[in-house]
């Protein structure tokens, strides 16, 4: 069996010396890489890659983020996505390519303080992200709890192929949606809610923990809820 | 030279009892402010020293953006209550001095590329003031910097040696800084091997130059290491740790 070497990094340590592939957070020198974040690095047979523990959400095309419209201009909409950037979710992307400022009124699909399920359509340093609402399940989202943690966190949310979050949806009968930029909308009943919330909240503290699983699931209780 | 005797006694024993090459005693904590992206706190010698990171953020006023890179913004500020006669909190011409030596010690570490048009803001609140305060304040900010997931290429780590009389001595305090003969305050990059600030006062012959540079060197890689064991003791409770695993099927 190959074997995957994982290793605690600070900025500046060396995770690895020889020839690799790498990804992001890692800098080349000579013949060492370098690790640029704190987080944990894995060395494999098919290169080196490191998971942040910190870190902002900075977009990145084809991520599925859930915003909130902070303002309309002529040609679209402004959402924040609890990134450095502000989305802008142009209106012939909604209207279709027959939009006109003159006969199309914004306000009428999305208004100021709604919240969006979106795409990253196109980002590259120069711009800011473009977002688009095209596909199923994308557009206002109109019920449900916000929770927002470290966008760093939200592949362990998330777990495995879906195991966590399906855990947490299935035990509170709670729909999640989870935004890659860190904002999480629970809906369901109060109570279903709140124990969501919860493990959520538990994902987050206890990222690391080895057996994370066990305790989310001691965490919400053998029954059901919401089954009457 | 009336109050350079007492600074230093007859057998090398300065007056907090330190030698000649000794530290202040250090204590570093990460992540003690919920509300910034990313802290740290110092307790070096009587220095009490908070540095917060916030950003990358948007930049304003909008005609200081960037196209390509971050704009790093530092404040070195001192609080009313950090000195023994207040001070005004309006920022002095020193204050100013130290924030834009901060900063410029800080940005060859931070790769600011990676955040264009954005604004990183780094806070340097001095709580209680000692000597050494500007170094203290960059150790305190690197690891503020690193906890807010900055893309670094090392740690900045700062420590000041000078002079007592003709004697080279480390980590001078307010007493030594005041009435001593040199001060020279030196930030590195110690797994890159690059100095990124170094000033001095005091006149100093070329061998006690080379002497005070290359002890700021060797302290300033001990401070590192217990940089090291704050950061590390923030996110991972204890030493980074290195494992090898089977590699999972998928």
Known sequence: MPMIQRKQVIPGDVVAKGNYRYGSYIEKRGEEYVALRVGLAEVGRDGIKLNPFTGPYLPRTDDEVIGKVVDINGFGWVVDINSCFDGFLPASFVFGRDFSPATHDLSSKFRVGDVLGARIEAYERSRDPQLSIRGEGYGKISSGEIVKISPTKVPRVIGRRGSMINLISERTGCDIRVGQNGVIVVDGSPDGIVKAVKAIRLVEEETHAPDLMAKVEAALGGSVVGGD | ?250
């Open chain 2, 1 to 250: 030279m009336a109050g350079t005797k007492q600074l230093i006694d007859e057998n090398g024993v300065r007056l907090d009892g330190r030698k000649w090459n000794e530290l202040r005693p250090i204590k570093l904590q990460v992540g003690v402010m919920k509300n910034a992206d990313g802290s740290a706190y110092i307790e070096w010698g009587k220095n009490k020293i908070m540095a917060a990171v916030y950003g990358p953020k948007e930049v304003h006023p909008k005609h200081q953006v960037l196209p390509d890179r971050a704009l790093l913004r530092c404040r070195y500020h001192m609080a009313p209550f950090s000195v023994d006669e207040r001070k005004n909190p309006a920022p002095s011409r020193r204050e100013i001095e130290i924030s834009k030596v901060i900063r410029e010690a800080l940005i060859p570490a931070v790769i600011v590329e990676d955040y264009p048009r954005t604004a990183i803001e780094v806070w340097v609140e001095v709580l209680q003031s000692d000597g050494g305060s500007r170094v203290a304040g960059i150790t305190a900010a690197s690891l503020a910097l690193a906890d807010a997931g900055i893309n670094m290429r090392d740690l900045v780590v700062g420590c000041s040696c000078g002079l007592i009389g003709e004697q080279v001595v480390s980590d001078l305090d307010d007493t030594e800084d005041k009435e001593g003969n040199g001060d020279m305050p030196v930030a590195i990059m110690p797994n890159l091997g690059l100095v990124s600030l170094l000033q001095v006062d005091g006149v100093y012959t070329r061998e006690n130059f080379q002497k005070a540079f290359e002890l700021a060197l060797e302290k300033g890689k001990q401070i590192y290491q217990m940089q090291r064991e704050a950061l590390t003791t923030r996110f991972f409770g204890g030493e980074a740790q290195s494992t090898e695993i089977e590699e999972a099927a998928e």
